[in-house]
């Protein structure tokens, strides 16, 4: 079992940058794929950006590309998701997910087994 805490959400103007972080307490994230998500109201979740546990391939959404990067780092068990030239359309509540997907889509919040409780990110223009 893996628990899944993210940080680093808040609010800022269009155009600057947020790092959010999420840390696996009490486990590890080795072997799992990883990814960040968001959810506007009334929405599903969608892919921000997402990695296989043995690939530096990184997956990203067709609205983020360009202005978000993933990063990992095993030892210490954590994911960030770097977000530059904020828009107010990014707006949406921010979720950390492990899983082990084997041949299941990356991109489907559905196939992941762990998820953090999210963090808020607000951009104002």
């Known amino acids: 079992q893996v628990h899944l805490v993210e940080a680093g959400g808040g609010s800022v103007q269009a155009g600057k940058s947020l790092r959010l972080s999420c840390a696996a307490s009490g486990g590890t994230i080795s072997g799992y794929d990883m990814g960040w998500f968001r959810q506007f109201p009334g929405k599903d979740r969608e892919l921000v950006a997402a990695?296989?546990?043995?690939?530096?391939?990184?997956w990203y959404g067709d609205s983020v590309r360009g202005r978000f990067t993933f990063s990992r780092d095993m030892e210490k068990s954590t994911v960030w998701l770097q977000m530059d030239s904020l828009k107010p359309e990014d707006t949406a509540d921010y979720y950390c997910?492990?899983?082990?997907?084997?041949?299941?889509?990356?991109?489907?919040?559905?196939?992941?087994?762990?998820w953090g409780r999210g963090t808020q990110v607000t951009v104002s223009s």
């Open positions: 990695r296989r546990w043995n690939s530096d391939l990184t």
């Open positions: 997910a492990a899983g082990l997907l084997g041949n299941r889509e990356a991109s489907r919040a559905t196939n992941y087994d762990y």
